[in-house]
């Protein structure tokens, strides 16, 4: 949304495509937070969000982050859910 519509304004520091949305990381104030959106905003866009509290989604925090860059949301449950499949077709 524009930044002056949003309850916080923050400046877009990463973009993922991941298929049917984007993974964006945002910089609010020092603050950097993955957020999820079918908007595509290129690095170095100035955004608000919005924080309405039923789209609020609070994850665990993956033991791999900040191993691949500011945020990483590569979590050992992937493998465990492979693993877990690969059981089940023996």
């Keep these: 949304m524009p930044p ?6 923050g400046t877009v520091t990463s973009v993922t495509f991941k298929g049917l949305n984007y993974d964006i990381i945002v910089d609010f104030r020092g603050f950097k937070w993955l957020i ?14 919005r924080l309405n509290p039923e789209d609020i989604h609070i994850m665990h925090k993956s033991e791999y982050s900040g191993m691949f860059g500011d945020y990483s949301s590569y979590s050992a449950e992937y493998d465990e859910l492979t693993e877990d499949a690969g059981d089940e077709e023996e």
């Design 36 to 49: 999820q959106t079918t908007d595509f905003h290129g690095v170095g866009t100035t955004i608000g969000i």
């Design 4 to 9: 002056n519509q949003g309850h916080l304004v």
